[in-house]
């Protein structure tokens, strides 16, 4: 794990259920936890692969640290640079504890 490659901040946000003023249940979206991730690159097999040119900026791939504050639920969401993604892939490095792959794709 090259920490000098993580340079962006993404923030993790979940939905849960509040209370309006009115006393109704409703569904709030709260931030978890932020951290810093690598956004993995475009490999040369996908960048030639022409049916999938800008395919990786809806679909990105983020490298974070294995250990965070919290276990990363699939259900949650991604906020990066000002966009919301949902979690399409959670792959955890178990053997060596070093890092966590997490696909997203765009909101529209």
């Not at 490659?5 to 923030?11: K, L």
């Not at 800008?54 to 276990?71: H, M, N």
């Not at 949902?86 to 966590?100: A, N, V």
Request: hydrophobic share 30%.
């Amino acid at each position: 794990m090259k920490l000098t490659h993580m340079t962006e901040r993404i923030t993790f946000l979940a939905k849960e259920t509040g209370i309006d003023e009115n006393y109704s249940p409703v569904e709030v979206e709260t931030e978890k936890f932020s951290c810093w991730a690598e956004v993995q690159k475009l490999t040369l097999r996908e960048f030639r692969n022409s049916e999938n040119i800008g395919y990786r900026k809806t679909t990105p791939v983020f490298l974070i640290a294995y250990k965070q504050k919290e276990e990363i639920q699939p259900d949650w969401r991604i906020k990066w640079r000002g966009k919301i993604y949902e979690i399409t892939g959670l792959d955890p490095d178990f053997q060596k504890k070093d890092l966590t792959k997490v696909q997203g794709r765009e909101l529209s």
